[in-house]
């Protein structure tokens, strides 16, 4: 009887003394995100032989998955070229690819694996050509603007080796020194609109005529960087040039219209034709698409 007696209080005692002790302690270190921590786990209560309370260290396995999952998503490597895009897929398992082109602004091919897209992906930004972004600033970063006769020489005296027919700039070129130009509406043989141009500014002096023409064709690359330097290929862009009348008065000057008449048709073949490239440099191995990655980790509710 005794000793039950002693058996319980001994056990009361215990209870007493450890109900001042946490059961467990969370330790992460240094102190900030449980991913952060470089040891991370809890001590946990328990009995020792002699009938005492020690704490005893137990890693936490979870924390450790995360952080290895985590060092896997700062996997970003950003190329410079197609070639060292090419040169590393080479070595590497295969993959998904996707060019993704962006209307008048640089292209991106990302790279992932889609059995792990948490390993990271790869990616390229592939540039606007230097000539793309003179064009298209020269017109005000839009499909049309209207110009004067002087802007309008500039433009193609300046650009006169990216058109198809360099003659036009010279014919053109008049204007740059022309004093006053005035609007006749007569059409040329070519289709254009005959302007007369007079280099005295005097009103009675006949001036010389002058044909704008219809359209121009100029060659222009859109992407560089993903073939060999000087290698990149040019599209065939079309200018239509259209003059415009005066409108406040008979001595008022016209203005001529530039519109980029097959812009976004220009931009549909510049996206299939750096998707081609991209295939052809590595397509032997992965897998390479026209559009851009997504991928959402969705956490559905469990069923009852």
Excluded: C
Excluded at 9 to 28: C, E, F, K, M, Q
Excluded at 35 to 49: I, T, V, Y
Excluded at 141 to 156: C, K, N, P, T, Y
Excluded at 198 to 222: L, N, Y
Aim: aromatic share 8%.
């Amino acid at each position: 009887m005794l000793a039950e007696i002693t058996t319980a209080v001994r056990g009361l005692i215990d209870t007493i003394r450890s109900a001042d002790l946490p059961y467990h302690l969370d330790v992460n270190h240094p102190p900030q995100s449980p991913l952060a921590g470089h040891e991370a786990g809890r001590f946990m209560l328990r009995r020792d032989a002699a009938g005492g309370f020690v704490y005893e260290w137990k890693e936490t396995p979870e924390v450790r998955a995360l952080q290895l999952a985590r060092r896997e998503l700062v996997i970003a490597h950003a190329f410079g070229d197609l070639d060292s895009l090419a040169l590393y897929l080479a070595e590497d398992e295969p993959r998904a690819v996707f060019v993704y082109p962006s209307f008048a602004q640089p292209a991106t091919v990302r790279a992932i694996d889609e059995a792990t897209p948490e390993a990271g992906t790869l990616k390229l930004a592939v540039q606007r050509h230097p000539t793309f972004w003179r064009w298209w600033k020269a017109l005000g970063q839009s499909e049309e603007i209207d110009l004067s006769h002087g802007d309008l020489a500039d433009l193609l005296l300046d650009n006169a080796e990216d058109l198809v027919e360099p003659q036009i700039a010279r014919v053109l070129s008049q204007f740059s020194a022309a004093r006053t130009v005035s609007y006749t509406s007569n059409l040329g043989a070519d289709g254009g609109t005959i302007v007369s141009v007079k280099w005295d500014g005097k009103a009675d002096s006949a001036g010389t005529p002058v044909s704008v023409p219809r359209e121009i064709v100029v060659m222009i690359p859109p992407y560089i960087g993903a073939w060999v330097p000087g290698g990149d290929p040019a599209l065939r862009a079309v200018l239509r040039l259209r003059v415009l009348p005066p409108e406040e008065s008979d001595s008022a000057e016209p203005q001529f219209r530039v519109r980029w008449a097959n812009l976004h048709d220009w931009e549909e073949a510049a996206s299939h034709l750096l998707y081609d490239r991209v295939r052809e440099r590595v397509g032997q191995i992965h897998a390479v698409y026209l559009g851009t990655p997504d991928a959402t980790k969705y956490v559905l509710p469990a069923r009852e």
